[in-house]
Nanobody
Framework: QVQLVESGGGLVQPGGSLRLSCATS????????MGWYRQSPGKQRELVAT???????NFADSVKGRFTISRDNAKNTVYLQMNSLKSEDTAVYYC?????????WGQGTQVTVAS
């Protein structure tokens, strides 16, 4: 069983930045594809960004140019750097780990963008 723990959420003003972290104790972290998803009240969970085990990244159009995703396999951690935040980025952000048919989710961290 892979446990994922997100951190770094909070309240930030529009135009501000936050960095989310997702840490796991899984010793085979490096072979997992990782991703960040978000869910706002009344909306479906949506993809924000993904990174493969080889470091290939993919982003939702709504965050391209503002968000970056990275991973540190030595620390078993994946990051989401969020810049130029907008009110519409307000959501609970979830970390996801995938390997073949195994899928794991974190509990989520709240990000609120408001003045």
């Amino acid at each position: 069983q892979v446990q994922l723990v997100e951190s770094g959420g909070g309240l930030v003003q529009p135009g501000g930045s936050l960095r989310l972290s997702c840490a796991t104790s899984c010793i085979s972290f490096s072979i997992y594809a990782m991703g960040w998803y978000r869910q706002s009240p009344g909306k479906q969970r949506e993809l924000v960004a993904t990174i493969t085990s080889g470091g290939i990244t993919n982003f939702a159009d709504s965050v391209k140019g503002r968000f970056t995703i990275s991973r540190d396999n030595a620390k078993n951690t994946v990051y989401l750097q969020m810049n130029s935040l907008k009110s519409e980025d307000t959501a609970v952000y979830y970390c996801k780990a995938v390997r073949v048919s195994a899928i794991y989710w974190g509990q989520g961290t709240q990000v609120t963008v408001a003045s």
